[in-house]
């Protein structure tokens, strides 16, 4: 006797409830933003001394104060006396302000070989900086040296210009929005008593060659 062919529908469980399936993403990327810092008056900011800074006016990015911090004379004398330091500080509260800069320091000749310290062009073995407080900085002590950048292009009728970049990471989750059309209760059973009752449109002629 040869036994019925089981259907493919006994692998699907009668018990199992049909469930609704959802998506999110978690979307991770920086919000960019940049300052220009003209120094007017280098060779008078010079010989301000050892840890001594002339410093930008605070700039936002991302949501948070920044301020860009020079020192002629280095940030400290053990290893950058000889050096003029950069330095860019966040200086508005914030605590794990994970973030990416670059600093620049422009070219005055017109040929575009600015001196450039970058995150952004570049892979990061341990990731954006992480600031953890307010007055946190990321920079270089030794970011030019002094001797060098007085007889450079970089300096031109005693001024000089840095440009500084960040970019703020900033992640949030995009999760998408079910949009509820309300649908109204049909009417078709009241609109048929409506045409027996009147009889308009219930009925129609086709006049063919007069017949």
């Given at each position: ?10 692998n699907?469980?009668p018990d199992?409830i ?11 990327q ?5 300052h220009?810092?003209v ?11 050892v840890?001594?800074h ?9 949501g948070?104060k ?7 004379d280095?940030?400290?004398s ?10 860019v500080?966040l ?5 794990e302000?994970r ?7 422009v ?15 570049r ?7 992480t600031l953890?407080?307010?007055?946190s ?12 950048l007085e007889?450079?292009?970089y ?5 000089l210009i840095i440009?500084c ?5 900033s992640s ?6 079910l949009?509820?059309?309300?649908v109204?209760?049909s009417?078709?059973?009241s609109?048929f008593g409506?045409?027996?009752?009147t009889l308009?449109g219930?009925?129609?002629?086709f006049?063919i060659?007069g017949?």
């Amino acid at each position: 006797m040869t036994r019925p062919s089981r259907s493919s529908s006994s692998n699907t469980n009668p018990d199992r409830i049909e469930s609704q399936t959802t998506t999110s993403r978690s979307v991770t990327q920086t919000l960019n933003g940049s300052h220009q810092f003209v120094i007017q008056g280098y060779s008078l900011a010079k010989g301000i001394g050892v840890g001594k800074h002339v410093a930008s006016d605070s700039f936002s990015v991302g949501g948070y104060k920044w301020t860009i911090f020079v020192y002629p004379d280095g940030k400290n004398s053990e290893d950058s006396s000889s050096y003029v330091s950069v330095f860019v500080a966040l200086a508005s509260d914030g605590t794990e302000v994970r973030a990416l800069f670059e600093l620049a320091l422009v070219d005055q000749s017109g040929k575009g070989n600015h001196k450039v310290h970058s995150h952004f062009d570049r892979s990061l073995d341990g990731g954006p900086y992480t600031l953890k407080y307010k007055g946190s900085m990321w920079g270089y002590k030794r970011f030019f040296r002094r001797s060098l950048l007085e007889t450079s292009d970089y300096l031109k009728d005693d001024c000089l210009i840095i440009n500084c970049t960040i970019g703020v990471v900033s992640s949030e989750i995009h999760c998408p929005r079910l949009h509820s059309i309300h649908v109204p209760d049909s009417e078709l059973g009241s609109d048929f008593g409506n045409l027996l009752d009147t009889l308009e449109g219930s009925d129609v002629e086709f006049d063919i060659a007069g017949e």
